[in-house]
């Protein structure tokens, strides 16, 4: 496999550097993460897979300063991070719970807007558009129950766009999801990624989604959780469903990094 650290087109967007986390002390310490190292660069599309329980969650919480680390840093356009950016937005898998159930579709989009101060007619305007990019017009007054799975987690998805992020952080966002609708959902995500050049960073349990989705993909260990491998996809920046899931190069990717879960795991459990 091809394996990339740095990309000298592209400057560095969010730097990881020695970042580990550990739940309690002395005796009874549960270390989660220990030295992450990590770039990511502008514009790019990062995948972090790795065996389950391996702290991927942990990791993104860090990473959205969420979660404080144990040690080391997380910088933003090389500004360390000591709390939440309003540079970052972030896509739950649960859009049930992040979604509020008493407002409208719009009034939940322009939530982030009027936080940050602005009045609810200025935000409400900007909504309508950021519908029609994720596929939901007109559906604006609708209530967050009165649609599909599929139609709610696009609505979590516009309104994480709606602060324009320079990083999008997602946490197993099409993991609740039936099988056809979470591949409309990885095109549309790559989409709005690739028009509004912004850097993706996305947990998932599915290798076949992270190579579909990936310029790069973090390889996580387990027990602690290390960064075991990085993984350069080079599948280019066109893809669709049926030619690039039949690419021999996309099944090499998926079963190298397969093997890499499943040594991670045995690994694992001969330290335990």
């Not at 910088?75 to 049930?96: C, M, R, W």
């Not at 939901?136 to 599909?148: A, E, F, V």
């Not at 028009?195 to 290798?207: A, G, K, P, S």
């Not at 996580?220 to 290390?226: E, I, Y």
Request: include cysteine; proline fraction near 5%; charge should be neutral.
């Amino acid at each position: 496999m091809n394996l990339t650290e740095n990309d000298p087109a592209r400057p560095v967007r969010l730097a990881v550097r020695g970042l580990s986390k550990t739940y309690g002390s002395g005796s009874t310490a549960n270390r989660v993460l220990v030295d992450i190292t990590l770039d990511v660069h502008q514009g790019e599309f990062i995948c972090l897979v790795g065996p389950s329980g391996a702290g991927k969650t942990t990791l993104l919480r860090c990473l959205t300063s969420l979660m404080p680390p144990t040690s080391g840093t997380v910088a933003l356009d090389g500004k360390v991070l000591n709390g939440p950016s309003e540079h970052i937005s972030i896509v739950f898998q649960e859009y049930t719970r992040s979604l509020l159930p008493w407002m409208t579709v719009e009034a939940n989009i322009a939530l982030p807007l009027q936080a940050r101060g602005m009045s609810r007619k200025e935000a409400v305007a900007q909504v309508e558009p950021l519908l029609r990019s994720v596929g939901l017009p007109g559906t604006g007054r609708k209530y967050p129950w009165q649609l599909s799975g599929g139609m709610q987690q696009r609505v979590a998805i516009a309104r994480a766009l709606i602060t324009e992020p320079e990083v999008l952080v997602m946490d197993e966002p099409f993991a609740s999801i039936d099988a056809q609708t979470r591949l409309e959902l990885e095109d549309l995500t790559r989409t709005l990624q690739q028009e509004r050049n912004m850097t993706v960073v996305l947990v998932t349990h599915d290798i076949d989604e992270a190579v579909y989705l990936a310029d790069r993909i973090v390889v996580l260990s387990k027990n602690p959780a290390t960064v075991q491998e990085i993984v350069d996809v080079g599948l280019g920046d066109t893809r669709d469903q049926i030619t690039t899931r039949e690419d021999h190069r996309f099944a090499e990717l998926r079963s190298h990094i397969l093997g890499q879960i499943r040594a991670a795991q045995i690994r694992g459990a001969v330290r335990v």
